[in-house]
């Protein structure tokens, strides 16, 4: 494979709206900046496996926090933690799942990297400590549902969580801060180099399967950045091969 695809590929992952200026801007200025920043804070992320989740855990840990995350089945709960270095992880998937999170978390949740939203976010919240900051990245849960009336389980009324805690809760979206993306790329180039982070692909083959893939994608079918490979490399002419 030249070099050029393996920069495409590489940079897709990396890089991508999703990716570097949303991981990062996310974390540090939504999140981890707002209050102030301690070494040893707990920090929970959702949707750990998934393409933003991974990469943000990765830096909370290079930040100095502990990093818990939470997923949507054994095998990736299991690479978070052995791959990619979170100091725990919890299944959602186990109907005993929120018993596990409070275990550990037993002195309660400094910082919540939100992408997913719904009951997750819902019990999360209840685990802030007193001056918690949430990061609101995703709502995957919801997205199925959009306009659809409340479905009667007794959603958490957030505000009141919110005021109670002292919180803070902050939404963004990637355009919001394009003009810190050399920034972060220079931040994430360097933790790569360090070998202080990871990333993942789950790749599909044949643009035919790209709406199954996109529907697997919201049920977490997904390791890391999903791509579809539309076609193989094709040589053009006067390219020099590297």
């Not at 790569?192 to 990333?199: G, T």
């Not at 035919?208 to 893939?213: F, L, P, S």
């Not at 977490?220 to 193989?232: D, F, I, P, Y």
Request: hydrophobic share 45%; net charge neutral; glycine share 14%.
């Amino acid at each position: 494979m030249g070099a050029r695809c393996v920069a495409v590929r590489v940079g897709v992952a990396r890089l991508g709206r999703g990716g570097v200026v949303t991981r990062l801007v996310g974390l540090l200025r939504q999140g981890v900046a707002v209050g102030g920043h301690r070494p040893g804070e707990t920090m929970v992320v959702s949707a750990a496996a998934g393409a933003v989740g991974s990469v943000a855990g990765q830096i909370g840990k290079a930040l100095g926090a502990r990093v818990v995350g939470i997923a949507g089945s054994q095998r990736k709960c299991q690479h978070v933690v052995a791959d990619l270095g979170f100091d725990a992880c919890v299944n959602h998937r186990d109907p005993a799942w929120r018993e596990h999170l409070d275990e550990l978390t037993p002195d309660g949740i400094d910082v919540d990297f939100e992408n997913v939203g719904g009951s997750i976010m819902d019990h999360v919240l209840t685990r802030l400590t007193v001056g918690g900051r949430v990061v609101l990245c995703g709502l995957i849960a919801d997205y199925n549902g959009y306009g659809a009336p409340p479905d009667g389980r007794g959603r958490l009324d957030i505000a009141k969580t919110l005021m109670v805690k002292r919180a803070v809760m902050h939404s963004f979206l990637v355009l919001d801060h394009m003009d810190r993306f050399p920034e972060a790329t220079t931040y994430l180039g360097g933790l790569i180099a360090e070998n202080k982070l990871r990333y993942d692909e789950t790749v599909v083959d044949g643009l035919e399967h790209a709406a199954e893939a996109l529907t697997g994608m919201f049920d977490g079918a997904n390791t890391g950045k999903l791509l579809v490979r539309v076609a193989e490399r094709m040589d053009v002419p006067g390219e020099v091969q590297a």
